[in-house]
T-cell receptor, first 110, second 118 residues
Framework: SQQGEEDPQALSIQEGENATMNCSYK?????LQWYRQNSGRGLVHLIL?????REKHSGRLRVTLDTSKKSSSLLITASRAADTASYFC??????????FGTGTSLTVIP | GAVVSQHPSRVICKSGTSVKIECRSL??????MFWYRQFPKQSLMLMAT?????????EQGVEKDKFLINHASLTLSTLTVTSAHPEDSSFYIC??????????????FGEGSWLTVV
């Protein structure tokens, strides 16, 4: 299976705290992307990091990528209750096929 | 921005019948579209890659005769679940790759379609 692994599977934090989720994968990638999904809804694209990049920022999001370890992390700073959702990493190959991670369910307690 | 539309968003069908889900790119052309399936509380699994004007490429373990994919135009791909069974009940999501993209890797996801087979 080309599916990635994410940990933790579930994360519960207080509003204002930072949330970190990790993703590991097995194959070579063209880029890695992070998505958010609210329960029963479609995907919302958060951030893309290319295979030759090591870190990227977007607002309260920070993504790192270590291709030697085949791993990535997503950090959400100063979390808000509205950040409550499931977060998926997605590894894109050169054909733009995505293989998703197992997901992290984040709960931010007001 | 670019939008990918799926229809229907929710569908209930009887066991044994077939149901068609459409994926449309609304303001761009997509030579390649992808279909994913997501069971409750699980991740998304790639089912197949749909190329305009040619046969779809299915992932290992996905029955091509059960999940028929047609990509007849640059803006429309359809997934037909044939002889549906309750275990086919799932959330189906498509994505489309913009044919001409300066960024090179522009993928847009649809909002998904809930299928319930009773």
């Amino acid at each position: 299976s080309q599916q990635g692994e994410e940990d933790p599977q579930a994360l519960s934090i207080q509003e204002g705290e930072n949330a970190t989720m990790n993703c590991s994968y097995k194959t070579s990638i063209n880029n890695l992307q992070w998505y958010r999904q609210n329960s029963g809804r479609g995907l919302v694209h958060l951030i893309l990091i290319r295979s030759n990049e090591r870190e990227k920022h977007s607002g309260r999001l920070r993504v790192t990528l270590d291709t030697s370890k085949k791993s990535s992390s997503l950090l959400i700073t100063a979390s808000r209750a509205a950040d409550t959702a499931s977060y998926f990493c997605a590894m894109a190959n050169t054909g733009n096929q995505f293989y998703f991670g197992t997901g992290t369910s984040l709960t931010v307690i007001p | 921005g670019a939008v990918v539309s799926q229809h229907p968003s929710r569908v209930i069908c009887k066991s044994g019948t077939s149901v068609k889900i459409e994926c449309r790119s609304l303001d761009f052309q997509a030579t390649t579209m992808f279909w994913y399936r997501q069971f409750p509380k699980q991740s998304l699994m790639l089912m197949a890659t749909s190329n305009e004007g040619s046969k779809a490429t299915y992932e290992q373990g996905v029955e091509k005769d059960k999940f028929l994919i047609n990509h007849a135009s640059l803006t429309l791909s359809t997934l037909t679940v044939t002889s549906a069974h309750p275990e086919d009940s799932s959330f189906y999501i498509c994505s489309a790759r913009e044919s001409v993209s300066l960024s090179g890797n522009t993928i847009y996801f649809g909002e998904g379609s809930w299928l319930t087979v009773v």
